[in-house]
């Protein structure tokens, strides 16, 4: 069992470029988060999903886009980067639909840097 | 929407030795606080997390306390070992339709001195 995993591991992107940054997990969950790091800011809520089919904004949503066709998969897109989107990406997902008392579970992240 | 402060940024304590690391909330109706560990270059994992019906919760040389009043919640770390050497993130979510995703603090490096 794999768990969470996310593609690619590290990327350096030229401004302006189209990115889609994978996300993929196995455990069944019902719902998924893409998360930014940034040092000195925690970690930010860029979108979730709650459950397949339905997607929703987090904190800081502008300049992405997500895409939720089944339970495993929950893809994120930069559709023109720019450098202030350099960051550490993570992907989580929990069991059930409801964010409240669910422990989240995080893949190994995706280092980002937009030139 | 929810606020999380989370004090201090950085932490030593020689080992063996307490720490302790706070943070606040601004949303009256959250009602779950999690802890997140991360070691370096690696993802954040859960270690402990409470809810508004309990006041302190303990897990091994963990234990997390919660004044749902001041809407503070705290992180103690007993008997530190090297091995808790980590960057630790609070978190902070509500029941309340809207509120439910997780608002995280800005995190504590906590570096234990052999």
């Known amino acids: 069992i794999a768990g969470i995993t996310q593609a690619p591991t590290s990327q350096i992107l030229a401004a302006g470029r189209r990115m889609t940054l994978r996300c993929t997990q196995d455990m069944r969950h019902n719902a998924m988060y893409w998360y930014r790091q940034d040092l000195g800011l925690g970690l930010r809520l860029i979108h979730y999903s709650n459950t397949a089919g339905t997607t929703g904004k987090g904190e800081v949503p502008d300049g992405y886009s997500v895409s939720r066709a089944n339970t495993d998969d929950f893809p994120l897109t930069l559709a023109s980067a720019v450098p202030s989107q350099t960051s550490v990406y993570f992907c989580?997902?929990?069991?059930?639909?409801?964010?409240?008392?669910?422990?989240?579970?995080f893949g190994p992240g995706t280092r980002l840097t937009v030139l | 929407g929810e606020n999380v402060e989370q004090h201090p940024s950085t932490l030593s304590v020689q080992e063996g030795d307490s720490a302790v690391i706070k943070c606040t909330y601004s949303?009256?109706?959250?009602?779950?606080f999690p802890w997140y560990k991360q070691e370096l270059g690696k993802r954040p994992q859960l270690i402990i997390d409470?809810?508004?019906?309990?006041g302190e919760k303990k897990d091994q040389r963990i234990a997390v306390t919660l004044n749902k009043t001041a809407k503070h919640f705290s992180l103690h770390i007993t008997e530190t070992q090297p091995e808790d050497s980590a960057v630790y993130f609070c978190a902070a979510s509500s029941s309340n339709f809207g509120n439910e995703k997780l608002t995280f603090g800005t995190g504590t490096r906590l570096t234990i001195i052999p």
């Open positions: 949303d009256s109706a959250s009602n779950y």
């Open positions: 409470i809810r508004s019906n309990v």
């Open positions: 989580a997902s929990s069991p059930t639909g409801a964010a409240w008392g669910d422990t989240q579970y």
